[in-house]
C-alpha cells in the first residue's frame, strides 16, 4: 500500500525550533516530489513548497520562503518541514503530498501533522 | 502572486447537477486538479489533469476546461458529496503550485 506517514501532533513556544516528518512507503521514493501544504484552523490549503527527494532540490512559495526549509533523507524515505524560529501565526495542520514530476497531482496524502504554538 | 478564484459556497439537493467552477490566467498552459476534502481528513484527488478521474472515484464526478476556467461537475448529488472542493494548478512558467481558496458544497 502506498502511504505517507507523518509525524505526530507539537505542541511548541514561540521562538522554538521544530522539525517534522513525513515517510513514505510502498512506492519508490525519489520518483515522486514530496509538497508540504498548511491549512490554517478554518481556512483552504496553502502551497508551501516541494522537495525532489533524488535530488534534495526544492522550490518553495514565494509565501514561505525563508521561513520553513524542506529537506528529505532519501536513505530513510523520509521528507522533513522545519522552523527555526516559531510564531503564533504558524499554528496550523501541516500534510505532505506525493506529487507526480509531470503531472503534478498530489495523489498521495499523509494524514497531517498538526502544529500548536502558544506560550 | 499567481490566484485561482473559486466560488466560496454552492449548494443543490440531492440529485441534481453542482458546477464549481475555478478561474486563473495559466489555465490554457496548465493542468487543473481538484481535491475533496472533508471536515478533519486529508484531502483527496478527485480529478487531475482537467478532466481525469483516477481510480476509485465516482462517475458522477467529471471536469472540463474552456480557456481560463476549468469546471468541476458533481452530477446526481449525493449526501456523501458534501464537503470542501479545491482546485490547484501551477503559474505559467509552472514553478509554483497554487490552491483556489475553496468551495464549499451544501447537499440541501
Known amino acids: 500500500e502506498v502511504q505517507l506517514v507523518q509525524s505526530g501532533a507539537e505542541v511548541k513556544k514561540p521562538g522554538e525550533s521544530l522539525r517534522i516528518s513525513c515517510k513514505g512507503s510502498g512506492y519508490s521514493f525519489t520518483s515522486y516530489w514530496i509538497s508540504w501544504v498548511r491549512q490554517m484552523p478554518g481556512k483552504g490549503l496553502e502551497w508551501m513548497g516541494r522537495i525532489d527527494p533524488s535530488d534534495s532540490y526544492t522550490n518553495y512559495s514565494p509565501s514561505f520562503q525563508g521561513h520553513v526549509t524542506i529537506s528529505a533523507d532519501k536513505s530513510i524515505s523520509t521528507a522533513y518541514l522545519q522552523w527555526s524560529s516559531l510564531k503564533a501565526s504558524d499554528t496550523a495542520m501541516y500534510y505532505c503530498a506525493r506529487q507526480g514530476l509531470e503531472t503534478t497531482d498530489m495523489d498521495v496524502w499523509g494524514k497531517g501533522t498538526t502544529v500548536t504554538v502558544s506560550s | 502572486s499567481y490566484e485561482l478564484t473559486q466560488p466560496p459556497s454552492v449548494s443543490v439537493s440531492p440529485g441534481q447537477t453542482a458546477r464549481i467552477t475555478c478561474s486563473g490566467d495559466?489555465?490554457?498552459?496548465?493542468?487543473a486538479y481538484w481535491y475533496q476534502q472533508k471536515p478533519g481528513q486529508a484531502p483527496v484527488l478527485v480529478i487531475y489533469k482537467d478532466s481525469e478521474r483516477p481510480s476509485g472515484i465516482p462517475e458522477r464526478f467529471s471536469g472540463s476546461s474552456s480557456g481560463t476556467t476549468v469546471t468541476l461537475t458533481i452530477s446526481g448529488v449525493q449526501a456523501e458529496d458534501e464537503a470542501d472542493y479545491y482546485c490547484?494548478?501551477?503559474?505559467?512558467?509552472?514553478?509554483?503550485?497554487?490552491f483556489g481558496g475553496g468551495t464549499k458544497l451544501t447537499v440541501l
Open positions: 490547484q494548478s501551477a503559474d505559467s512558467s509552472g514553478t509554483y503550485e497554487v
Open positions: 495559466a489555465l490554457p498552459k496548465q493542468y
